[in-house]
Nanobody, 114 residues
Framework: QVQLAESGGGLVQPGGSLRLSCAVS????????MGWYRQALGKQRELVAT???????NYADSVKGRFTISRDSAKNTVDLQMNSLKPEDTAVYYC????????WGQGTQVTVSS
């Protein structure tokens, strides 16, 4: 049983903050990275941030300095703290785990608008 469940999305004004959480359940063979991707309306899905099992992080240039990804092994969650949100951040955000296969959550909507 493998499942990724995102939560924390919603409507926020520009400059506001949101914290997304991905609850991970199931067994994965040799997972090497977990992360968040997003897809805006009419756009292709893009990488937002990743964290490896060793703790290394990587961010898209557009979110560097504003977003922080973290992995909590005890809680089995992958979180994304999003600060100083911009309208350009509006998208459906998806949790992802990379292993022998790629696993995806259903996505959570983030809308940044006044």
């Amino acid at each position: 049983q493998v499942q990724l469940a995102e939560s924390g999305g919603g409507l926020v004004q520009p400059g506001g903050s949101l914290r997304l959480s991905c609850a991970v359940s199931g067994m994965f063979f040799n997972p090497y990275a977990m992360g968040w991707y997003r897809q805006a309306l009419g756009k292709q899905r893009e990488l937002v941030a990743t964290v490896t099992l060793g703790g290394s992080t990587n961010y898209a240039d557009s979110v560097k300095g504003r977003f922080t990804i973290s992995r909590d092994s005890a809680k089995n969650t992958v979180d994304l703290q999003m600060n100083s949100l911009k309208p350009e951040d509006t998208a459906v955000y998806y949790c992802n785990v990379r292993s022998a296969l790629a696993y995806w959550g259903q996505g959570t909507q983030v809308t940044v608008s006044s």
